[in-house]
């Protein structure tokens, strides 16, 4: 009989795993270590799968492309102090992508804090500046009701990581279920300025009815397949273009096309669950004219005030509330009830959609018919099999070779590395992917940087069953930075960016995946076909040219 919902005694780790049962996850990442194993011995028989990773940071980069596909929070377990450090790099992705994680790290014996004991170190200091929150429990019987509100305070609001350390005597210690004063606060009601901030909805209502060039402007969380739809019918019901922001190149990012050429049109810009930060080039010219009025919902008051110091009061309204909350005060029900399509300027809307659907036609010429290709080339090859398969999951990671891919490829389950920049997630990225959709197939496009990360991670696939596809982009250079060395100080100061020509495929096949080197373009989608079909893990390796990443202008 499963324990789950039991008030009985039990160990802090049995706790645990009842209240992820009770939350119905299903899924859970890690890479084991001394401090946890109580949480391994727990979730025998518990019908959680547990996903055993080669690095922790691999293991949060699971958990956060797991969430973004699947709508759910993603659960991460990692041992205690090295283990623990190894994740801070992928949570901190997870912050700036806005994706709901609970980590959960073991930690040193409550009994032996601040003896120095084995991989003992403050990790609420250092998760806190990564984190939504970070928490210790310390009793075993606060275990199931600080998971419970840790799942809570993660989707709460703006979406991000919160960290939970886990004490191995706790974790081991068993006791009654406890309600009283939990370890992790679940999310508070409304606070009294939010209460304060839905007054203001008919006033902001105004503004935006008053506009004639509006546009919505939606932090990364919005950038999710739940949300197109709801975009679409509120762009239909008001006329008033919207779109989610997640790439770290902001307003250039090759997925929205020239719109940074039309963005200066716009008489006001409403922020939800974003700041006028370097992704919008600040709120500032030349991104924005300096009439362009801006409305900025956040439930991060830092946010808000660091929006009203560089804007001043007569260029941005605060509004502190989260942009989901925002957005529901404002919508088709709310103050906006009514506002026509045909209230904003004719065609606005319009511009707005094709500026961001626009690409230069000289991409489309005809390719190399011998590598080194470009990436354009690839990634219209890859489009192919993706008509084919529209249910793909794809994800796009890496530098140069990256954006091109996000220039011209997307299917409604996509996972980009997000606003932080950092490259590597991709492997990681696919293999939860095939995870959360199996039944789909699970491609990564990346570059031979990118590679060098988790690349160690195909064991995991292999070992899981897990059978993606990784296409890597190999030009043998960091080309990222080896293009601003060209670009700000001269082809004879390029310097320490190249890499050994590797053959990728060959390390997949070494390790028991399939592996293909492509050499005719014409052969990438078939290549794609065949490394499907072998039911392994598969890395494609194709020879691209160092070319810069594309700027769109018309």
């Not at 019918?233 to 770290?248: C, K, N, Q, V, Y």
């Not at 801006?294 to 260029?315: M, P, Q, S, V």
């Not at 596809?469 to 080896?482: L, P, R, T």
Request: proline share 6%; charged share 20%.
């Amino acid at each position: 009989m499963s324990a789950s919902n039991s008030t009985a005694a039990m160990s802090g780790a049995a706790h645990l795993v009842d209240a992820l049962k009770a939350d119905g996850v299903s899924t859970i990442f890690s890479l084991s270590g001394n401090q946890i194993m109580p949480v391994y011995d727990a979730l025998i028989g518990s019908g959680i799968r547990l996903i055993h990773t080669r690095h922790e940071g691999g293991a949060v980069y699971m958990s956060e492309a797991y969430a973004q596909l699947t709508g759910k929070v993603g659960i991460a377990l990692l041992t205690a102090g090295p283990g623990f450090a190894n994740g801070l790099s992928a949570m901190y992705s997870a912050r700036e992508s806005q994706t709901p994680l609970v980590v959960m790290t073991g930690d040193a014996p409550l009994k032996l804090a601040g003896r120095g004991a084995f991989q003992e170190m403050d990790q609420q200091t250092a998760a806190t500046a990564l984190a939504k929150a970070s928490f210790s429990v310390d009793r075993p019987g606060d275990m199931f009701d600080a998971i419970q509100n840790a799942i809570a305070l993660a989707k709460d609001g703006t979406p991000g990581p919160v960290h939970i350390s886990l004490h191995d005597d706790v974790l081991r210690d068993v006791a009654d279920r406890q309600s009283s004063a939990p370890a992790v606060p679940s999310p508070a009601e409304l606070s009294s300025t939010q209460q304060a901030a839905l007054t203001l909805a008919p006033e902001i209502a105004a503004q935006i009815k008053a506009a004639k060039r509006p546009l919505f402007l939606a932090g990364p969380s919005f950038a999710r397949t739940a949300w197109e739809a709801k975009f679409k019918t509120f762009a239909d019901e008001t006329g008033i273009p919207m779109l989610a922001l997640e790439s770290p190149r902001g307003l250039r990012a090759p997925r929205i096309g020239a719109l940074a050429q039309t963005m200066s049109e716009a008489d006001l810009v409403v922020l939800l669950s974003i700041g006028p930060n370097f992704m919008l080039g600040f709120g500032q010219t030349p991104a924005f004219a300096e009439t362009t009025k801006f409305i900025c919902c956040h439930d991060n008051t830092e946010i808000l005030r660091e929006a009203t110091n560089r804007l001043g009061t007569d260029k941005v309204t605060t509004v502190p509330m989260s942009g989901t909350a925002a957005l529901a005060s404002l919508g088709s029900d709310g103050p906006l009830n009514g506002l026509s399509p045909n209230a904003t300027e004719a065609d606005w809307r319009a511009r707005v959609e094709e500026a961001i659907s626009w690409r230069p036609s000289a991409w489309c010429e005809e390719p190399a018919a011998a590598p080194p290709f470009h990436a354009a080339s690839v990634a219209y090859e890859v489009g192919k099999f993706l008509d084919k398969n529209p249910g793909t999951s794809l994800t796009i990671d890496g530098g140069e070779v990256g954006q091109w891919c996000q220039a011209i490829l997307d299917t409604s389950a996509s996972v980009i590395n997000g606003p932080s920049g950092a490259i590597g997630g991709s492997i990681p990225y696919s293999i939860a992917a095939k995870s959360a959709r199996p039944d789909q197939p699970s491609i990564a496009m990346l570059g031979d940087g990118t590679a060098g990360f988790y690349f160690v991670e195909f064991e995991t696939a292999l070992r899981e069953d897990l059978p993606m596809v990784a296409i890597v982009g190999n030009d043998a250079k960091w080309n990222a930075e080896h293009q601003i060395q060209v670009r700000d100080y001269g082809e004879n100061r390029a310097y320490a960016c190249e890499m050994v020509p590797t053959r990728y495929d060959e390390m997949a096949k070494a390790m028991g995946c399939y592996g293909e080197n492509v050499t005719n373009i014409n052969e990438l989608v078939p290549a794609i076909e065949r490394a499907i079909a072998s039911g392994k893990p598969a890395c494609i390796n194709v020879e691209i040219q160092s070319i810069a990443a594309p700027a769109i202008t018309r």
